[in-house]
């Protein structure tokens, strides 16, 4: 875990496969050291049945898991949807800019601003708040956003979408803001403008 923490820091690499069990620095630590300083794709890899990892991973920051055991064509296929998908939305956000009362996305640089300073979100944290902001009033559910924003079946797991509302919220809803994120129960979010 160590080892893995420092590799990352060094080298970068455009997305991070981490297993939760690992020696001396589990996997969910790196997961966390790593959300500290980037907002690289993590996809974790937990034993089938360790359902609290998977939320607690999610709940870090990581944007996708795959349980053990797993056939290699599973890992590339999550692989090249994540990384596809984080290149589809650079490319329609060239030049793409939505500003929301202090609430500013950059798309084209994967950058969220609130009140004028960045604060880091993880790549499904900008994709689920650009869908939501872009369409204030519409209430988008669970399964919506992920077909939409993972791009495949998410094995029917609505929790990774509350997961990453908890987080997004946890980041960016504080007092005084002109905008909310709104849990509209049974269904799903929608992003509402007005009156902090």
Known sequence: GEEALSFVKKYRPDIVLLDIMMPKMDGLMVCRETRKESNIPIIMLTAKGEEFDKLLGLELGADDYITKPFSPREVLARVKAVLRRIHEMKEVGKGSHLVA?????????????????????????????????????????????????????????????????????????????DWDIKTVWGVGYRFELGEA
């Open 101 to 177: 009362g202090n609430l500013d996305i950059d798309m084209s640089a994967f950058i969220v601003k609130l009140g004028g300073k960045v604060v880091p979100c993880t790549p499904k944290e900008i994709e689920i708040l650009w869908t939501l902001a872009s369409n204030p009033g519409l209430v988008f559910s669970r399964e919506h956003l992920l077909q939409s924003i993972w791009g495949y079946d998410f094995l029917g797991d609505t929790r990774a979408v509350d997961s990453h509302i908890k987080r997004i919220r946890a980041k960016l809803c504080v007092e005084g803001n």
